[in-house]
């Protein structure tokens, strides 16, 4: 099984902040990797997938980047509804994984 | 309005069975594979299992092989997820969800439902 890892799994950032997220696979996924995002009891909401194509209607400070095992969910300018958990996860093979999740709140 | 509804989850016994539904509308069903994703309380997301458009190829996680089975049902637009040999650590909050592109297996969740929570629990 492909495992994920994600670093920091939380961290504390202020309005306006840049922050990012990196996900990790055990092995190369190529670009088969997805972000979401989960508010408190909600259901996750996908937000970039195939790595760095971002959905409609998510807003453009978020992007994603990365290839193979290592990569980066960025938000460039942070705002108060960004507070939430990310989660990483590979559509490489079966089974499918995610990484622990990545819990942002704001200062 | 596109849109998936979970229902029939509840508190169970250990070792008892348990049937879960996805009821889903706004989007022709039986074009998209449909994937289970359970989440326990307070942790992270777990994959459970996957079905293909047309329910011809079925994968599972390796903590519920040979205990849940996927199904669904075009004409009536569901998905199903049978539990049996429920066990403690089966209890979270399971969702379903679509996956991303008709006719194509993405594994990649674009739309998901809210959820139905089931506790395994004597």
């Known amino acids: 099984d492909i495992q994920m890892t994600q670093s920091p799994s939380s961290l504390s950032a202020s309005v306006g902040d840049r922050v990012t997220i990196t996900c990790r696979a055990s092995q190369s996924i190529n670009t088969f990797l997805n972000w979401y995002q989960q508010k408190p009891g909600k259901a996750p909401e996908l937000l970039i997938y195939?790595?760095?194509i971002l959905r409609s209607g998510v807003p453009p400070r978020l992007s994603g980047s990365g290839s193979g095992t290592e990569f980066n969910l960025t938000i460039s300018s942070l705002q108060p509804e960004d507070s939430a958990t990310y989660f990483c996860?590979?559509?490489?093979?079966?089974?499918?994984?995610f990484g622990p999740g990545t819990r942002l709140e704001m200062k | 309005q596109v849109q998936l509804v979970e229902s029939g989850g509840g508190v169970v016994q250990p070792g008892r069975s348990l049937r879960l539904s996805c009821a889903t509308s706004?989007?022709?069903?039986?074009?998209?594979?449909m994937h289970w994703v359970r989440q326990a309380p307070g942790k992270g997301l777990e994959w459970v299992a996957v079905?293909?458009?047309?329910?011809?190829?079925?994968y599972y996680a390796d903590s519920v092989k040979g205990r849940f089975t996927i199904s669904r049902d075009n004409l009536k637009n569901t998905l199903y997820l049978q539990m049996d040999s429920l066990r403690a650590d089966d209890t979270a909050v399971y969702y379903c969800?679509?996956?991303?592109?008709?006719?194509?297996?993405?594994?990649?969740?674009?739309?998901w439902g809210r959820g139905t929570l089931v506790s395994v629990s004597s």
């Open positions: 969800a679509r996956d991303s592109i008709a006719g194509h297996d993405t594994w990649c969740f674009d739309l």
């Open positions: 996860q590979q559509g490489y093979t079966t089974p499918i994984t």
């Open positions: 706004g989007f022709t069903f039986g074009s998209y594979a």
């Open positions: 195939t790595a760095s």
């Open positions: 079905i293909s458009f047309d329910g011809s190829h079925k």
